[in-house]
């Protein structure tokens, strides 16, 4: 949980990144992820150094080597220890200088954690504002994962209000939503084929730390989770930076977190190997055929990215695997040859658990299109019997572009630490959606279509044109309107006509 004055030292040296020309909010985290990386590097040789001298043996794995570097200056100089003692222009020599130089080799050598480092340059010019920057990181305790992680969820919230950039960051309670509703175990390997900042493997890694603590006692299990549970593909450089900060910061120690054009690469190499998909890939529109990846031309022959995107979970995704993703409502009902196509597959030939309608405001303010969360299994073999809708109204937050919570913090999210009144319920729906979607496949199916959520038979979707809007078949409740006797009504006519009457006759008499 971050303190008062930790968030205000966050905002102070925000706005001094701003004031000193980095006006760009994902070049200020960037920057930021430099410094912390470079902590990190400092932290774990000090680790390996105590090991060592505890042991009395040899260090295993020198970060910083011995001697000097090609420009003279030593190596000692560059760790985040010595360095933050310097006086801001000798400081700055040295990170600029000797340190980003340093990182850049580390990327070139293929570590581990320096893979993300190839091209790193400092951004900024003030020295004074890199003193400020580093003396306000180094007093925050960096050894408690918690505060390392709402830290850097701290400044990541900072890229979604400023608007332009917002697109990469889903909202949180909407990825914790996702997580709750696909519960994942430690066996599972799970992937985010956009993963922008990490955001759902993040989540999903916390998750697990609460759900089921047991696993980091099981060594095969530990291992699994640090090394081989956890994949992140993008294509945007300081995406990949962010969100591989954002895993290691959030006690994940070595996650795939790598470069790849999702819908323009083969997937040989990885087909049918994951077990969970969680993701809000950006649908941009139209891509060419030849520069889309054959294997999902094969699934469905189409050019929109919402329905490739579709195509790549199903080709990632082993069989029995699940997905929690959103998509555009478009795909729901679409009439396309392919949106019917690619509809008909989830619900024929694998199992479509259910369509969540978001309201259109969820993305506000830099996206205000509509939605839906998609939860299917990959059977290859069908198994829908019916498909589960729910109809979310409100999340626990207003849907204008200043998106103001309507509740205290307790009784947001999905699953609140206080229970909600039935009046509070119509402020956030999502813990009403969790207790429903434990009965989706019992209580939940003898729902009237006129309830807030409530299940479809295989058959009537697939004489819908395999339609997937929830206002296809929502039923609109009426209320019963009491029959007046028309001798009452024209008895109440004839009192207005005379009324009129009146009101003519004394106007004439007025005007003369």
Known sequence: ????????????????????????????????????????????????????????????????????DDKGRAYADMRWS????????????????????????LGEEGSSYGKHMKDARLGFSNSGLLSKVVEM??????????????????????????????????????????????????????????SGTCGFLVAAGEYLRANHPELFRNEKQRAHFHNKMFHGFDFDPTMLRIGAMNMVLHG????????????AEEHNADAGTYSLILANPPFAGSL?????????????????????????????????????????????????????????????????????????????????????????????????DHVWFYDVQADGISLDDKRTPLLPNEKLGPVPTEALSDAEHEKNNLPDLMKRWAEKDGGEIENPRTAQSFCVPLADIAAADYDLSLNRYKEVEHEEVEHQDPKEIIAELRAIESEITDGLTQLEEMLG
């Open 82 to 105: 010595r360095f933050k003692n310097f006086e801001p222009r000798e400081m700055m020599e040295v990170v600029d200088e000797h340190v980003f130089p340093f990182l850049r080799q």
């Open 137 to 194: 990181l180094d007093q925050i305790r960096m050894d408690d994962r918690d505060t390392k992680g709402d830290l850097y969820e701290y400044m990541l919230g900072k890229i979604a209000s400023a608007g332009q950039n917002g697109q990469f960051r889903t909202p949180r309670h909407i990825i914790q939503l996702m997580v709750e509703l696909t519960a994942p175990t430690p066996d599972d390997v799970i992937v985010d084929p956009a």
């Open 288 to 384: 060419d055929y030849d520069t889309t990846a054959k294997d999902l031309q094969k699934i469905v022959k189409t050019k929109k990215t919402e329905l490739l995107f579709i195509a790549l979970f199903l080709r990632l995704l082993k069989t029995g695997g699940r997905a929690a993703v959103v998509v555009p409502d478009g795909v729901l009902f679409g009439s396309s040859k392919a949106h019917k196509e690619i509809r008909r597959m989830l619900v024929e030939d694998h199992k479509l658990d259910a369509v969540i309608k978001l309201p259109s405001g969820v993305f506000r303010p830099y996206a205000g299109v509509s939605t839906a969360i998609l939860m299917f299994t990959k059977t290859g073999v069908g198994g829908t």
């Open 252 to 263: 994940v120690e070595d996650s795939d977190v790598s470069y790849r054009d999702s819908l």
């Open 1 to 68: 949980m971050l303190t008062g004055e930790i968030r205000n030292k966050v905002d102070q040296i925000w706005s001094a990144f701003w004031s000193g020309g980095v006006s760009n909010p994902l070049s200020v985290i960037e920057q930021i992820t430099y410094l912390l990386f470079i902590k990190r590097l400092d932290d774990l040789h000090t680790l390996e150094e105590s090991k060592a001298e505890t042991l009395g043996l040899e260090m295993e794995r020198r970060i910083f080597p011995e001697g000097k």
